[in-house]
């Protein structure tokens, strides 16, 4: 079965930086556009960047651009985030998605378009 599992998660302070990971399996990865989301205590789940199946289109929440960047390796089925300059309004649980499409270029920013999630990976931002 489809399997996508996050790590990378950790506690920095204001300013740092992380990497998260999301090691998909049990699909073609070369087939599916990949998003993460973020949900904060007492929030709902919101966008944070997504990806197109080939990687060549990228598209970011206001919030994070500039300041986040998604990349997808082929080679490892893996999609990543880094995030530098974080705040303290970036702690969140942060989740990767996935959703099988037919476009190279399209990517998607609604939670309703996709298909598979993980679990999770928890960011805690210090100020």
């Known amino acids: 079965q489809v399997q996508l599992v996050e790590s990378g998660g950790g506690s920095v302070q204001a300013g740092g930086s992380l990497r998260l990971s999301c090691a998909a399996s049990?699909?073609?990865?070369?087939?599916?556009?990949m998003g993460w989301f973020r949900q904060a205590p007492g929030k709902e789940r919101e966008f944070v960047a997504a990806?197109?199946?080939?990687?060549?289109?990228?598209y970011y929440a206001d919030s994070v651009k500039g300041r986040f960047t998604i990349s997808r390796d082929s080679a490892k089925n893996t999609v990543y985030l880094q995030m530098n300059s974080l705040k303290p309004e970036d702690m969140a649980i942060y989740y990767c998605?996935?959703?099988?499409?037919?476009?190279?270029?399209?990517?998607?920013?609604?939670?309703?378009?996709?298909?598979?999630w993980g679990q999770g990976t928890q960011v805690t931002v210090s100020s």
């Open positions: 049990g699909l073609t990865f070369s087939s599916y556009a």
């Open positions: 998605a996935a959703t099988v499409t037919g476009s190279r270029y399209k990517y998607f920013y609604n939670s309703r378009d996709y298909n598979y």
């Open positions: 990806t197109s199946r080939s990687g060549d289109t990228t």
